[in-house]
Nanobody
């Protein structure tokens, strides 16, 4: 069992930055691939970024490439999402997720076994 807790959300102006840490407790964090997803009101949950457990493979949604960076810090059981040049369309609840299957850095929500409670990000224009 893995518990995930996101933090770092808040209100920021367009063009600003936020960093979302996600801390895991429970089973060995280094065995999990990690991902970030987001869901805006009235929309489906969508993939944002993912990283393999080794940190050697990453994936990003086209909409965030070049602006967002995912990093994994296994010694601290933490994965973070650095978000720069934020836009109003980035406003959503952001969820951290853990995937214990082979492969890694999946873009598919159903691949993930554990989810955090989410943190709200609001970008004003």
């Amino acid at each position: 069992q893995v518990q995930l807790v996101e933090s770092g959300g808040g209100l920021v102006q367009a063009g600003g930055s936020l960093r979302l840490p996600c801390t895991a407790t429970g089973r060995t964090f280094s065995n999990y691939h990690m991902g970030w997803f987001r869901q805006a009101p009235g929309k489906e949950r969508e993939f944002v970024a993912a990283i393999s457990w080794s940190g050697g493979r990453t994936n990003y949604a086209d909409s965030v490439k070049g602006r967002f960076t995912i990093n994994s810090y296994t010694a601290r059981n933490t994965v973070s999402l650095q978000m720069n040049s934020l836009k109003p369309v980035d406003s959503a609840i952001y969820y951290c997720a853990a995937d214990c299957a082979a492969g890694g850095a999946s873009t598919i929500a159903s691949s993930y076994d554990y989810w955090g409670q989410g943190t709200q990000v609001t970008v004003s224009s």
